[in-house]
């Protein structure tokens, strides 16, 4: 079992930038690719971004795509969401997920965090 606590959300302006962290409890972090996702009220979860067991593959959907980047610290059992030149469209709840795959598809994750809120105001 995987348990997964997101942190970093909040209130941004437009263009502003955030930076999502997501602590995993597991001595083996590292067997687990690791996403972002992200839903707002009424649609489905939307894929983010993923980064492979190593941290040396990385995934993005194309909406954020030279905007965010996604990292992980094996040593520290951490996967970060660098967000920048944020826009109001990027305003959801942001999930971190882990699973046996290296994967854009919500299915193929496993465990997933309890979500962390970022708002941005035009």
């Known amino acids: 079992q995987v348990q997964l606590v997101e942190s970093g959300g909040g209130l941004v302006q437009s263009g502003g930038s955030l930076t999502l962290s997501c602590a995993a409890s597991?001595?083996?972090?590292?067997?687990?690719?690791m996403g972002w996702f992200r839903q707002v009220p009424g649609k489905e979860r939307e894929f983010v971004a993923a980064?492979?067991?190593?941290?040396?593959?990385?995934y993005y959907a194309d909406s954020v795509k030279g905007r965010f980047t996604i990292s992980r610290d094996n040593a520290k059992n951490m996967v970060y969401l660098q967000m920048n030149s944020l826009k109001p469209e990027d305003t959801a709840v942001y999930y971190c997920?882990?699973?046996?795959?290296?994967?854009?598809?919500?299915?193929?994750?496993?465990?997933w965090g309890q979500g962390t809120q970022v708002t941005v105001s035009s």
């Open positions: 980064v492979s067991w190593s941290g040396g593959s990385t």
């Open positions: 597991t001595r083996t972090f590292s067997d687990y690719p």
């Open positions: 997920a882990g699973g046996l795959l290296f994967s854009k598809y919500s299915y193929e994750y496993d465990y």
